[in-house]
């Protein structure tokens, strides 16, 4: 689920009061399941050159989480869920022909502990950097900090809160379950699919007063066609509560490639800010993305609105352009319902 995402919908979801999380199936001798979901439907049209609206299957969301206290000071966890969105936001056009317009994927299965010292799970899971992401607006973002790896399924997680004090750490090693150089049905040499992707990821974050600040770091080996390049990224943020129903952030970023020999740099800086007023929350934001190699850097903008009609449903617009070479401004309108 995109950060993007969450970090405007919050504020406006609590003008109109507790937001439900998820909805408790069963909870007896020590065993805790709870089931949540979302679904979302926009009418957008992207930023880019000869767009034009259309429907879009946003989001749909069905997760199943479980919680089982083996003792005072330790639980295992488990969890699955389910992700539903439309594979192109023009895949309608061959509805009467019976093909196939939405994908289903299974984007979280995994299993793991729970205690005071924090939680640490193993599986299919999203990956650190999928958290990261000041911006404040829906779709129209277009210039904002992005990393390339955000879900994986053979990932081992480590978070850590204590209400100041704040970290994860993640490793992801994409295997083949063959040894590059090993025997296989007594032929040697066998290399499987090469040099296994491995990804590895860190956050440290600290709150004080009304401040929230953290980085991000993810570093991934192995990765191109011929399995010896690697990308690291970073990311700071900083976000700011203290004006009454007004926030602030901001973050600075780098991501890197080196890929056949070949190194490029991209810089990112973010700022937005939004006003909650009632049920009603105002959102601006401006992001600038500089890349090695390009004559100039690029600049984006956005400005959207949102209505909390209930604690899980709210509905918004939103506008957003950016001043690359041959960007039409883009828009979308859209409501999400979740429980």
Do not use: C
Not at 58 to 64: C, L, V
């Amino acid at each position: 689920m995109k950060k993007t995402i969450l970090a405007m919908a919050v504020p406006a979801l609590l003008a109109a009061g507790s937001a439900s999380a998820s909805i408790n199936l069963y909870d007896a001798e020590g065993v805790k399941v709870d089931a949540s979901g979302a679904a979302e439907v926009q009418y957008i049209q992207e930023i880019g050159n000869n767009r034009d609206g259309a429907w879009k299957l946003d989001d749909g969301d069905f997760a199943i989480n479980t919680e089982v206290a083996v003792s005072d000071k330790l639980s295992v966890i488990g969890a699955m869920a389910f992700e539903f969105e439309m594979n192109d936001a023009n895949s309608n056009k061959d509805q009467f022909k019976g093909e196939s317009r939405s994908n289903v994927e299974n984007d979280e299965l995994y299993v793991g502990f729970k205690g005071d010292w924090g939680q640490f799970t193993a599986g299919r899971q999203y990956l650190l950097m999928d958290d990261s992401g000041i911006t404040k607006d829906y779709e129209l973002s277009a210039n904002s900090f992005g990393a390339d790896y955000e879900q994986a399924a053979q990932v081992g997680k480590y978070v850590y809160d204590n209400g100041t004090v704040y970290g994860a750490a993640t490793y992801n090693d994409k295997s083949d379950g063959f040894d590059d150089n090993g025997v296989v049905n007594g032929t040697e040499g066998y290399a499987g699919d090469g040099d296994d992707v491995r990804v590895y990821e860190a956050r440290l974050g600290y709150r004080f007063a009304d401040v929230d600040a953290r980085v991000y770091y993810q570093k991934a080996d192995n990765v191109g066609r011929d399995g010896d390049d690697d990308k690291d990224a970073y990311n700071f943020e900083i976000e700011y509560a203290g004006i009454e129903n007004v926030g602030l952030a901001a973050s600075v970023g780098r991501t890197s490639s080196d890929i056949n020999g070949d190194d490029t740099d991209t810089d990112y800086m973010s700022i937005a800010a939004d006003y909650t007023m009632g049920k009603t929350t105002f959102a601006v934001g401006y992001d600038n993305k500089d890349e090695d190699g390009e004559s100039s850097d690029v600049n984006g903008y956005y400005a959207n609105v949102t209505y909390a009609l209930h604690s899980n449903a709210h509905v918004y617009a939103e506008v957003g352009d950016s001043d690359e070479d041959d960007q039409d401004f883009g828009y979308v309108a859209g409501m999400e319902v979740k429980f």
